[in-house]
T-cell receptor
Framework: DTAVSQTPKYLVTQMGNDKSIKCEQN?????MYWYKQDSKKFLKIMFS???????INETVPNRFSPKSPDKAHLNLHINSLELGDSAVYFC???????????FGPGTRLTVL | QKEVEQNSGPLSVPEGAIASLNCTYS??????FFWYRQYSGKSPELIMS????GDKEDGRFTAQLNKASQYVSLLIRDSQPSDSATYLC???????????FGSGTRLQVQP
């Protein structure tokens, strides 16, 4: 049973395109997150939703738009992709905003 | 000053030795501390969480927290080659509802 899953695992696309990454968790958690891990392996929070409500929105270009249709899903849509968006994007979930976070397998985005 | 600092390594230890990984943080009011392990190309997986000053042991792993000195450490006893990975320290800061990660320490256990 996969606890936190993401699709796709790999995404290769051209600059200027729009793409989406999907995340689902079957842990019954209330809180979900998107993190970006850059080429230097630094893991940084982008967004967090608690019970479908946005609670964290770090300094991220507004080309990035998260959407949470329900507590078990958190998607990330990226418009007008740029070279600098190339990274691994991790989804995570936790029981509540201060509890242990469990990570999905990651989506490696490459923008050409 | 970075919010969470770790030595990037690599930290190289022989098999069977104790590996000691350290992390310092800047937010004195931080309450929750986590150690994650990340193998190359994989996602971070939780090893330990610690919330109170002192030591917390789980198998070969011991987390140590000293809030007065603002550091948290992870000891790995009887290190195995399979422990070779990057270890990420994560801190939940005051009033924050997200983790701040250090840049990670790469551990290499030599057979």
């Amino acid at each position: 049973d996969t606890a936190v899953s993401q699709t796709p695992k790999y995404l290769v696309t051209q600059m200027g395109n729009d793409k989406s990454i999907k995340c689902e968790q079957n842990l019954g958690h209330d809180t979900m997150y998107w993190y970006k891990q850059d080429s230097k392996k630094f893991l940084k929070i982008m967004f967090s939703y608690n019970n479908k409500e946005l609670i964290i929105n770090e300094t991220v270009p507004n080309r990035f738009s998260p959407k949470s249709p329900d507590k078990a899903h958190l998607n990330l849509h990226i418009n007008s992709l740029e070279l600098g968006d190339s990274a691994v994007y991790f989804c995570a979930s936790s029981l509540n905003p201060t509890d242990t976070q469990y990570f999905g397998p990651g989506t490696r985005l490459t923008v050409l | 000053q970075k919010e969470v600092e770790q030595n990037s390594g690599p930290l190289s230890v022989p098999e069977g030795a104790i590996a000691s990984l350290n992390c310092t943080y800047s937010d004195r009011g931080s309450q929750s501390f986590f150690w994650y392990r990340q193998y190359s190309g994989k996602s971070p997986e939780l090893i330990m969480s610690i919330y109170s000053n002192g030591d917390k042991e789980d198998g070969r792993f011991t987390a140590q927290l000293n809030k007065a000195s603002q550091y948290v450490s992870l000891l790995i006893r009887d290190s195995q080659p399979s422990d070779s990975a990057t270890y990420l320290c994560a801190v939940m800061g005051t009033g924050r509802r997200a983790l701040t990660f250090g840049s990670g320490t790469r551990l290499q256990v030599q057979p």
